[in-house]
């Protein structure tokens, strides 16, 4: 099916509107977009020369043609804004009263897990040696949720990176995973996976706050830290910072650099890779750097990279 042009695309969403407003509030007349010769099909002809008008229809519906499922996936997304019932948008299965708001990484909830270890119990964290890291990859999806959702809303903005927090902030860490999983924080291996990936959810955090402070300044604060005045305050000042500049500097140069991009979300390659070593694949690599990784410029130059 063709695309709908997004001209088009406002005429049957503006046709819906009025129908729906006439309904609403009880007007009798609506206004025909369906094309110039959609009345005279429907007109006889009398022998006094003139046509009769058809009669009035029994309700007032709208003239526009029905939207399938394809016609709303083939819309403009500045067009889709104003599709289906006439009040509402249709996304897929999502409805919405405008476009979808930017998506932002915020505190986040563990409504989730919650659910599971009131219906099953803790969730039980298992270290796999090849994975270097939880042997299931939901559990892994579950507990690196849970560590962002931590981090963001107890731990404090108080230093450069995870590595110089002081004790006492990862101890809270500890207390908030403690509730939902069966950890053994005595594993080196289990803690210096922990390490790592809360050391870059900090850094990807404070990164998101760097930017807003890059484009709004310091007397725009973060929503995330309208109550959180003494850290916004000290990341003001790290940012500010002729060390913080120079790293900062050097790291935008060396992605530049970048000839790849992980583009399938928080999951690891190597969850992918041992997902085809099971279904029998002699080599698991190749398979898995080709769905996980794209390069920058070209999406489909991963697999000449390892052809």
């Not at 006889?44 to 007032?60: E, H, L, M, N, W």
């Not at 003239?63 to 500045?78: F, G």
């Not at 594993?187 to 890059?214: N, Q």
Request: hydrophobic share 30%; charged share 30%.
């Amino acid at each position: 099916m063709a695309p709908l042009s997004n001209k088009r695309a406002r005429e049957i969403a503006s046709e819906r509107l009025r129908s729906a407003c006439a309904v609403q509030f009880g007007s009798g007349t609506t206004t025909n977009t369906a094309g110039p010769t959609a009345d005279v099909a429907e007109q006889s002809p009398t022998g006094d020369g003139f046509t009769t008008p058809p009669p009035p229809p029994s309700s007032i519906s709208s003239t526009a043609p029905p939207l399938d499922e394809d016609d709303i996936d083939d819309v403009a997304p500045e067009a889709q804004a104003t599709l289906s019932d006439g009040c509402s948008v249709r996304r897929g299965t999502q409805k919405s009263t405008g476009p979808p708001p930017k998506r932002r990484r915020g505190f986040g909830n563990l409504d989730k897990v919650k659910r599971i270890v009131k219906v099953s119990g803790l969730i039980e964290v298992v270290y796999d040696d090849f994975i270097r890291g939880p042997s299931s990859s939901s559990v892994n999806s579950l507990l690196v949720n849970s560590i962002g959702c931590i981090i963001r809303s107890k731990v404090k903005l108080s230093a450069g990176n995870w590595e110089c927090i002081g004790d006492s902030e990862k101890k809270k860490l500890i207390d908030g995973l403690t509730p939902y999983f069966k950890i053994d924080f005595g594993d080196k291996r289990m803690w210096a996976w922990l390490e790592d990936k809360a050391g870059t959810i900090y850094r990807d955090w404070k990164g998101d706050f760097s930017r807003h402070y890059k484009k709004y300044g310091r007397q725009t604060i973060p929503p995330d830290l309208i109550h959180r005045q003494d850290e916004w305050d000290w990341l003001c000042w790290h940012f500010e910072s002729p060390d913080f500049k120079t790293r900062s500097a050097a790291n935008k140069t060396n992605r530049g650099k970048k000839e790849s991009e992980h583009h399938t979300g928080r999951l690891p390659i190597i969850y992918r890779v041992v997902h085809h070593k099971e279904k029998g694949n002699e080599f698991p690599v190749i398979p898995a750097y080709i769905e996980t990784y794209d390069t920058v410029n070209d999406p489909k130059a991963a697999k000449n990279l390892v052809s």
